[in-house]
């Protein structure tokens, strides 16, 4: 159904989800080796952290419903943030987990460990997917690349799972984040 994605326990240190293991250990819960670890994103209920707010954006772009009566369903972004997670939380070269995710009730943001930073969320009332990305200095190559990376799983996501929906896609004003209302951006 892919309402839920088996992670390796590990995955939860790079994420803001670890504070709930270290609770529950802290509570008397043991780590047990050889447990599944099921991550099933329609539990989150947190709001947007401030972490993804403070930061300063360099690209924006957005997938949004044309029709004001369709909306992006509950299932695609819980597909969605799920092969994002998994896709970009795959071990590197020196078989470390790199980037570091953090995870609310409408959206996700990970650092990559390798300068870019990247946010995906659903806004608008579940009419508009966001993605915005920012880099540090000389990643700009990289941000590119990781770009079409992450635009590509959301239309990707959007054809399997709501492809009957009409969308249009816009490069919007990425300093105007947060964005409840997306905007195409006027030269």
Known sequence: MELCQQMNPSF???TNLHQLTVEEEEEGGAERRGERLLFFPCLLSSDRPDEVTS?????GWCLQCTSKHHFFPPRYFHVLSLRLAYKMALPQEDDKLNCYCTFWK??????????????????????????????????????????WDV??????????SCHSLEV?????????????????RTV
């Open 106 to 147: 409408n959206g996700l943001y990970w650092f990559n460990g390798h300068g870019i930073g990247s946010l995906v969320e659903i806004v608008d009332e579940s009419q508009s997917v966001l993605v915005m990305m920012f880099c540090e200095k000389s990643y700009s190559d990289n941000m590119v690349s990781l770009r």
């Open 151 to 160: 635009i590509g799983e959301v239309v990707s996501v959007y054809k399997e």
């Open 55 to 59: 930061q300063v954006y360099q690209f």
């Open 12 to 14: 939860l240190t790079m």
């Open 168 to 184: 249009k896609e816009l490069v919007i004003e990425e300093l105007a984040y947060p964005v409840n209302i997306p905007r195409e």
